[in-house]
């Protein structure tokens, strides 16, 4: 007996549709992995990395978590973006959000989960920062956006301080940081202004990015 029987069936679909379109993509695709681009996003569902920025499998290289979280002890993540630094030599990482993040609103409302709760400690931690632009006179939506909205830009601010990415622009690498949102209701992306291409420019950044906010 075979579980899931549809996927694999999805799978060959799949396989004969880009084989028919491309002949060679799979032969390509398995001798060399080079993206420019590492996406670091939410593990929702809905946010799938290659489909909305349009790239192909090969051109991207993707980290997901919970409220697509940065955080200097997560060995899981600082490993990839080492090994998307300084292996892959990718000249762009995104930090992409997401409104309606389930995690960012647990972390807003205090809803209890579980053991994810250890986790979204640091989506709280953005949360009491930023209570000045999450202010209760706010309606509830507004509150879940704006902190999805500040949690993409301390998350790329969390990313331009890890020694990874530091010691890449002390070595003069190409290398720019961005902070994007993702809408789920009309499937756009926009930028929150906060992309930081050194060292010397992470406060501005950061600061230009929060007033971007207001």
Not at 63 to 82: E, F, G, K, P, Y
Not at 110 to 135: C, F, M, P, T, Y
Not at 160 to 166: A, E, P, Y
Request: with cysteine; glycine share 8%; aromatic share 8%.
């Amino acid at each position: 007996m075979q579980y899931l029987p549809q996927l694999f069936e999805n799978n060959r679909a799949w396989v004969e549709k880009m084989t028919a379109q491309d002949p060679d993509f799979f032969r390509r695709l398995a001798d060399i992995q080079s993206p420019k681009y590492l996406w670091i996003g939410c593990s929702d569902s809905r946010v799938p990395a290659n489909q909305i920025t349009g790239l192909q499998p090969g051109e991207v290289f993707v980290h997901r978590n919970v409220a697509n979280a940065v955080i200097h002890t997560d060995l899981n993540c600082l490993s990839v973006i080492q090994f998307a630094v300084d292996v892959l030599e990718v000249n762009h990482i995104i930090v992409c959000g997401h409104y309606g993040c389930g995690g960012v609103k647990a972390a807003l409302t205090g809803e209890r989960l579980g053991l994810i709760d250890n986790w979204l400690r640091h989506i709280k931690d953005v949360r009491d920062k930023h209570s000045d632009q999450i202010a209760p006179g706010m309606d509830m939506a507004a509150r879940w956006e704006r902190l999805c909205e500040l949690n993409v830009i301390e998350q790329v601010r969390h990313v331009t301080q890890t020694t990874i990415v530091r010691d890449a622009w002390s070595r003069g690498r190409n290398l720019i940081i961005h902070g994007w949102i993702y809408r789920l209701s009309d499937g756009k992306l926009r930028d929150l202004r906060v992309s930081v291409a050194g060292s010397g420019d992470v406060e501005t950044a950061y600061a230009k990015g929060l007033r971007g906010l207001r």
